[in-house]
């Protein structure tokens, strides 16, 4: 079966740039998409097909996709972005989708 | 405006069955698909499986091959998600989401439903 692998925890002050990577098997050639889900909410998708934001997604928000590693970078990162993110794809090789194990981002 | 409203919290006894239904509204139910998705507390999203609302095509996760089913009805557009053999450890929050064509495999969840609690105990 198809694995994503996300970093546990990843923290960053106020202001600055968040990274968050998603590792998967030749994921580049993948739509991978990027959720993020606050406490006790639904998940909201801030990212899909790599790069592309859906309407109402602050500019802050962008993602890249190549080889293993696709990457949600959050700039200027605010008090509001702290929630847990997660990446997911469609495995055409099994025809089941995925998602990764989730990111808690902490600001600081 | 699209909407999925989901069924009230569910309390269950091990090794019976749990249904829940996803009333979708704001879009064409016929032409999109419906995936549900669950969270255990504290734990990640799982994938349970997927309808599509055209065809009635259903895929499941592997690890509830067996016991989970996936239903629809167009007239109501509605989803349905049953599980059967409960254990303790699908306990969690299941979750409806839609996709909307044109790429019903690889594009987003886009909308989700507010989830519904599922607990299992004796």
């Known amino acids: 079966s198809y694995v994503l692998t996300q970093p546990p925890s990843v923290s960053v002050a106020p202001g600055k740039t968040a990274t968050i990577t998603c590792g998967g098997d030749?994921?580049?050639?993948?739509?991978v998409h990027w959720y993020q889900q606050k406490p006790g909410q639904a998940p909201v998708v801030v990212v899909y097909?790599?790069?592309d934001r859906p309407s109402g997604i602050p500019e802050r928000f962008s993602g890249s996709n190549s080889g293993n590693t696709a990457t949600l970078t959050i700039s200027r990162v605010e008090a509001g972005d702290e929630a847990d993110y997660y990446c997911?794809?469609?495995?055409?090789?099994?025809?089941?989708?995925?998602f990764g194990g989730g990111t808690k981002l902490t600001v600081l | 405006q699209v909407h999925l409203v989901q069924s009230g919290a569910e309390v269950k006894n091990p090794g019976t069955s749990v249904r829940i239904s996803c009333k979708a509204s704001g879009y064409t139910f016929s032409n999109s698909a419906v995936h549900w998705v669950r969270q255990a507390p504290g734990q990640g999203l799982e994938w349970v499986g997927w309808?599509?609302?055209?065809?009635?095509?259903?895929k499941y996760s592997q690890s509830l091959q067996g016991r989970v089913s996936i239903g629809r009805d167009s007239f109501a557009s509605t989803s349905y998600m049953e599980l059967s053999s409960l254990r303790y450890e699908d306990t969690a929050v299941y979750y409806c989401a839609r996709v909307s064509p044109p790429n019903l495999w690889s594009n987003p969840f886009d909308f989700w439903g507010q989830g519904t609690l599922v607990t299992v105990s004796s």
């Open positions: 097909d790599d790069s």
């Open positions: 030749t994921i580049g050639s993948k739509s």
């Open positions: 309808i599509n609302s055209l065809n009635g095509d259903t």
């Open positions: 997911q794809v469609w495995a055409t090789s099994s025809d089941l989708w995925v």
